[in-house]
């Protein structure tokens, strides 16, 4: 058993706000990957991360391009170039950036949302307050209690901010008033390669229409969005939860849609807390348990 102190605090490893240039957007993630992983000092840093991908595509018009193609083991002049063209990108597209996390512990070195135990928050509220020009906000993931829309959401509540929230369609949207000013939130699918229920074309969709680049009907987004074909796995659970919908052979959102509550609560180890983590995942997906046996 591994114990945690204030030793294991990990704090932002980059500059935690980047908003230059009278920024429209604020993208928020959660926190960067961890050091093994990153390969140039800015936010999404991972390789395997599909954001900046998907941006290219949806500002296509930019004289700004990126290097999709990066690694770790990039020279360090190469870095430091990537980091330097998405700054640039953003400067031009009128992008603000920031994580919800301004430090947290990691459980076992873990980069994912769920391995990250919050320290302390990022002070978002001054950002929107400093940067009047902001009037969206794109929450970079919403599948888990630990995402950004989480942390987000739970820090607007915790500083006794109200807020408007809708879930219907295939953005979750909400809007908060500050200073006099309305400022719209899209809580989007990640970019995560662990993502595996949105193809590439329909990230680009949606995150099309949170930039407010196009206007898209959620009728098209269908066939690129299977969500009874979603594999639990890949989402942001606890390993008991995990273990016990292996035990029941209960692999996707369709496979759990078969069930209801009281099936679940009769698998080994599977107890109402397990319960209310898958609720907590589906509401994503404005899904939830059946509480009786479809007849």
């Known amino acids: 058993m591994k114990s945690y102190t204030t030793k294991d605090i990990t704090k932002h490893p980059f500059e935690l706000i980047f908003a230059e240039n009278n920024p429209k957007f604020l993208v928020i993630g959660s926190f960067p990957t961890t050091d093994l992983k ?4 800015f936010f999404y840093p991972n390789a395997n991360n599909k954001f900046w991908k998907v941006l290219s595509e949806v500002f296509t018009e930019s004289k700004t391009k990126l290097t999709l193609k990066v690694s770790v083991n990039d020279t360090t002049e190469t870095k430091e170039q990537n980091k330097t063209d998405r700054q640039n990108f953003c400067r031009e597209n009128k992008i603000a950036m920031t994580d919800m996390l301004a430090s947290c512990i990691r459980l076992n070195g873990n980069s994912k949302d769920e391995q990250l135990l919050v320290h302390s928050y990022n002070n978002v509220l001054d950002i929107l307050k400093q940067n009047k020009s902001i009037d969206r906000i794109i929450l970079t993931a919403k599948s888990s209690g ?150």
Not at 38 to 41: D, E, I, L, R
Not at 201 to 207: R, V
Not at 231 to 248: H, P
């Open 146 to 295: 630990a995402s950004a829309h989480h942390h987000f959401y739970q820090y607007l509540s915790m500083n006794g901010i109200e807020f408007d929230f809708d879930s219907n369609g295939g953005i979750s949207k909400g809007k908060i008033k500050i200073d006099d000013r309305i400022i719209k939130i899209f809580s989007m699918d990640s970019t995560s390669s662990r993502n595996s229920h949105v193809t590439d074309d329909g990230l680009i969709k949606l995150y099309k229409e949170a930039f407010n680049q196009c206007t898209v009907e959620q009728e098209k987004l269908n066939p690129d969005i299977n969500i009874m074909k979603v594999n639990l796995f890949d989402l942001d659970i606890s390993v008991q939860l995990m273990n016990g919908l292996k035990a029941a052979n209960v692999r996707t959102i369709g496979d759990l849609m078969e069930l209801n509550q009281g099936s679940l609560l009769s698998i080994k180890n599977f107890g109402r807390k397990s319960l209310n983590e898958l609720n907590l995942v589906l509401r994503a997906y404005h899904l939830s348990i059946k509480n009786d046996r479809a007849s």
């Open 38 to 41: 990153m390969s140039f000092k």
